[in-house]
């Protein structure tokens, strides 16, 4: 059974704080992916990372950035929150089939 | 890049009835089609996929299809049940390269009344 694990369920921050969202994974894969879901939006994908220390931009990118430090390991920065990061963040990692994510049970992040 | 279209936002349907949902995608790369079903307060999970060398695949009650001439692919759930209640993500991917990253669409709610 795939675990993902991220660090937090609910999240409360401050305009301007630096927020650090943290996900593990247990199935030693070299892919793994952050997405933001909002109400009538979807799933967005922000960052993902295909191994350590590597990682690309999404399709919304802007205000975040990533570290992959541990292949286990795959954490979202918020350099200065804003409110318009208010919402679900979710992480995800592959399974041995390549094809199918594996998703964490989410953040519920408030910026206030 | 890839961009997938999801019709309809909403979706009411009595138990027993059939619910059809459809996407359409931009990228005619796009080679992997896979559905996710997101229970309220739960995380997204698969359900069924499809790739683009298959027209059509079944899973029990659920089924999926693919017009790649078109660019368009559905989601059939019959005999719904109220379990069936959830909001479904249909997605694309090219899955050449070593991304697998997915473009999903805004999604579809779902619900079945009793």
């Known amino acids: 059974d795939v675990k993902v694990t991220q660090s937090s369920r609910y999240l409360v921050k401050r305009t301007g704080e630096k927020v650090f969202l943290e996900c593990v994974q247990d199935m030693d894969h070299e892919n793994m992916f952050w997405y933001r879901q909002d109400p009538g939006l979807g799933l967005r994908l922000i960052y993902f990372?295909?191994?350590?220390?590597?990682?690309e931009k999404g399709d919304i990118p802007e205000g975040y950035s990533v570290s992959r430090e541990k292949k286990e390991r795959f954490s979202l920065i918020l350099e200065s929150a804003s409110t318009n990061q208010t919402s679900m963040y979710l992480c995800?990692?592959?399974?041995?089939?390549?094809?199918?994510?594996?998703f964490g049970p989410g953040t519920r992040l408030t910026v206030t | 890049g890839e961009n997938v279209e999801q019709h309809p936002s909403t979706l009411s349907v009595q138990e027993g009835d059939s619910a059809v949902i459809k996407c359409t995608y931009s990228d005619s790369a796009s080679n992997y089609f896979p559905w996710y079903k997101q229970e309220l307060g739960k995380r997204p999970q698969l359900i069924i996929d499809i790739r683009s060398n298959v027209g059509e695949k079944k899973d029990q009650r659920i089924a999926v299809t693919l017009n790649k001439t078109a660019k368009h692919f559905s989601l059939h759930i019959t005999e719904t049940q109220p379990e069936d209640s959830a909001v479904y993500f249909c997605?694309?991917?090219?899955?050449?390269?070593?991304?697998?990253?997915?473009?999903f669409g805004k999604g579809t709610l779902l619900t079945v009344n009793p």
């Open positions: 995800a990692t592959l399974g041995q089939g390549y094809y199918e994510q594996y």
């Open positions: 990372s295909y191994d350590v220390k590597m990682k």
């Open positions: 997605a694309a991917s090219n899955s050449g390269g070593s991304n697998y990253k997915l473009t």
